[in-house]
């Protein structure tokens, strides 16, 4: 008796008027099922509804593709809990980073979005790696595999700009190194080679306050505006055009044959 | 066992390890038919057997659990930022096995004229999106989270003391992902070791499928028939990234100088390094005369070595043993391949020189133009 209520209620749930009106189709039975399942889907429309056998096999793709996707979610997710807690000036930063310890679950937060920050960049030099040792770049898929290339060195930025925001010794050498080397660009850089010859007169265009390093940091050294433009390019810009040329590249996927595999 | 650390922190010095792993590349990764064939008579591609696998994979762990018994070795490795590169060393052979395997179990396929292993005969009914691949995708999202979780309870991210601009650390380092480029600003000044070489980088890869246009190799794993992209590929990963990017982790230490994995990190360490300009090198030590005033004259040796590297060898080899390959590939695509190949070459060039006549620049116009 019981049983039959049990039943009955979960055919009514799904029968209802409300899960109908989101899930079109019903409880997949069947192959058709299953297959307009995929096809009536937001989140499931990215993948084709059937797959060539070696598609799904582990020693094929390394999962790495998805794994990358999958960090880069439990990325935005965990860095947009710590923007929270986390203010980007000198006097608050550094404090907020060590008070994370106890106003985060476990005070395991700020360690979450940091290691996964590191498997992401890992994650997508492995399906560069796998892309390429399948061939998976020839046509015609060769301009996905561009995007990609362009993936990659958002990803390294987005790694890169989030180095510096905890703002203690680690972050602030490791950027000095790095934002030297703009300084050092060919022209546009005031330690660079060609800077004299972007000059009117007596007047160089190319000085300290004017150069590649100084719109990176916007000062001369490492200070509060680098620290604040470092969070903007972090929290917004980067992961804007990321996401951007993720939707492309996903698209690409679908629309260059999909999966790559052997004709 | 002391004697033993010092033969390897000797020999993992850049000068030994580099060059041995240079040479030793292309008899493991062939790029040309010449070079497979000692591949195979040194068998070396037993290494992509399964045997060979466990065998690899044994004595690289074996050969890292047992360094961390040293304490020197030790406080290196299990700097918290440093975890990710150890992944990332594991994670590579690991890759890299699991690719080659495949490559050669196909390429066995290939030779016998039959399909790859990933081919699916048209016939065969396709794998449904729903429930096998979201299945996959859900198993590996609450695995890698679980590895996650796991790992941020077990080891605390780094903080260091707060940001104090006017006390620098030494060594001052990059974050791990760009060390290799950290590493190039040793032997290259910071415009072509920061902007320039990862410009080319980046170029360079997304030339790479409208330079390799062959038509086969495409969506399973082979080595054979591919086997000069292959292997220039793995040369720049392989060497060019990972390598330096070990080193410029694990054994560059304070003023940037070179440690052994087992050695102390010592500040007082000095190397005495006194570089010499090609110029200088050529007009004052060999020809025995002052340094002439006139720049291009001084500098004309450096430039005729850049022009011979860059404008003589490319048309040289199409003319002679790149013969078919140029053919094949016309002017333009033939022109980005050689100047990617030699820019990529010219890096262990200018490292072997520093090494050996502490070569500082091939040609050197102060404010304009250091290389």
Redesign the interface.
């Known amino acids: 008796m019981a049983e039959e209520e049990k039943k009955d209620f979960w055919a009514r749930f799904f029968g209802s008027y409300i899960w109908k009106s989101i899930f079109r189709v019903g409880i997949?039975r069947d192959?058709r099922g299953?297959?307009m399942?995929?096809l009536s889907n937001f989140f499931?429309h990215l993948?084709?509804?059937?797959?060539?056998?070696?598609?799904?096999k582990?020693?094929?793709t390394?999962?790495m593709g998805?794994?990358s996707f999958?960090?880069f979610i439990?990325l935005t997710f965990t860095g947009v809990l710590l923007m929270f807690y986390y203010r980007p000036t000198?006097e608050y930063a550094?404090n907020d980073?060590?008070d994370l310890r106890e106003t985060t679950p476990?005070g395991?937060m700020?360690?979450?979005h940091?290691?996964?920050a590191?498997?992401m960049?890992?994650a997508v030099?492995?399906h560069m790696?796998?892309v390429?040792?399948?061939?998976?770049?020839?046509?015609p898929?060769?301009f996905n595999?561009?995007i990609g290339?362009v993936l990659?060195?958002f990803t390294?930025l987005l790694?890169?700009t989030g180095?510096l925001l905890?703002?203690?010794?680690?972050?602030?050498?490791?950027i000095?190194?790095?934002s030297?080397?703009?300084?050092?660009?060919?022209f546009v850089?005031q330690?660079?080679?060609?800077?004299?010859l972007l000059s009117i007169g007596n007047v160089n265009l190319i000085g300290r306050t004017s150069d590649a390093r100084f719109l990176l940091l916007g000062d001369t050294?490492?200070?509060a505006g680098a620290l604040l433009r470092f969070y903007v390019f972090h929290c917004v810009f980067f992961p804007l055009i990321a996401v951007f040329f993720m939707v492309v590249h996903f698209w690409r996927v679908r629309k260059d044959g999909g999966i790559?595999?052997?004709? | 066992m002391d004697t033993l650390k010092h033969v390897i922190n000797v020999l993992s010095a850049p000068q030994v390890s580099f060059l041995a792993a240079a040479i030793a590349f292309f008899f493991v990764f062939p790029p040309t038919d010449r070079f497979q064939s000692w591949n195979r008579r040194l068998r070396l591609d037993w290494l992509w057997t399964v045997k060979g696998g466990i065998l690899l994979h044994a004595l690289v762990i074996g050969a890292f659990f047992l360094s961390t018994l040293d304490p020197n070795f030790r406080a290196i490795v299990t700097k918290p930022?440093n975890?990710?590169i150890a992944?990332?060393l594991f994670?590579?052979l690991f890759?890299l096995w699991?690719?080659m395997k495949?490559?050669c179990d196909n390429d066995a396929r290939l030779a016998n004229d039959q399909?790859?292993?990933?081919?699916?005969d048209p016939s065969?009914s396709?794998?449904?999106?729903?429930?096998?691949?979201?299945y996959?995708?859900l198993i590996?999202?609450i695995l890698?989270?679980a590895a996650?979780?796991f790992?941020?309870?077990a080891?605390?991210?780094?903080?260091?003391?707060?940001?104090?601009?006017t006390?620098?650390?030494n060594p001052?380092?990059?974050?791990?992902?760009?060390l290799g480029?950290?590493e190039m600003l040793v032997y290259f000044?910071?415009?072509l070791?920061?902007?320039?070489f990862p410009v080319i980088i980046?170029v360079g890869?997304?030339s790479?499928?409208?330079i390799?246009?062959?038509?086969g190799?495409?969506?399973?794993?082979?080595y054979s028939d591919?086997k000069l992209y292959?292997s220039l590929?793995m040369f720049g990963?392989l060497l060019l990234w990972v390598y330096l990017i070990i080193v410029g982790a694990f054994m560059r230490g304070p003023n940037w100088n070179f440690f052994g994995p087992y050695e102390r990190w010592d500040l007082h360490k000095v190397v005495a390094l006194t570089n010499i300009n090609l110029s200088s090198l050529i007009w004052v030590k060999l020809l025995n005369q002052p340094l002439p005033d006139n720049i291009i004259i001084r500098e004309m040796f450096g430039i005729a070595m850049l022009g011979f590297h860059f404008l003589v060898i490319p048309p040289l080899l199409a003319m002679t043993i790149l013969k078919k390959f140029y053919a094949r590939m016309g002017n333009v695509k033939y022109a980005v391949f050689m100047f990617l190949s030699m820019a990529a070459v010219s890096l262990p060039i200018k490292m072997f020189l520093r090494w050996t006549i502490n070569l500082k620049y091939v040609v050197a116009i102060p404010?304009?133009?250091?290389l």
């Open positions: 997949p192959r299953r297959l399942q995929v499931l993948h084709p509804v059937s797959l060539p056998k070696h598609a799904v582990l020693k094929y390394w999962c998805g794994l999958f960090l439990v000198i550094y980073v060590i476990m395991i700020r360690e979450i940091r290691w996964a590191h498997l960049v890992i030099w492995f790696f796998r390429f040792m399948t061939g998976s770049y020839k046509a898929r060769e595999w561009c290339v990659l060195t390294l790694s890169f180095y905890p703002w203690d010794q680690l972050a602030i050498w490791a000095t190194v790095g030297n080397m703009a300084a050092a660009t060919p850089g330690e660079g080679p060609g800077v004299a050294s490492i200070g790559s595999g052997p004709v | 930022d975890v990710p992944l990332l994670g590579t890759f699991l690719s495949q490559a399909k790859p292993n990933e081919y699916t065969e396709k794998i449904l999106v729903w429930p096998d691949l979201v996959i995708e590996a999202g890698c989270m996650l979780i790992w941020s309870i080891l605390e991210a780094p903080l260091e003391e707060p940001a104090n601009p006390l620098s650390p001052a380092k990059a974050p791990w992902y760009f480029l950290q000044d910071p415009w070791a920061g902007v320039v980046i890869l997304m790479l499928p409208y390799d246009t062959e038509p190799g495409s969506g399973y794993y082979s591919r292959v590929f990963w404010g304009w133009f250091n």
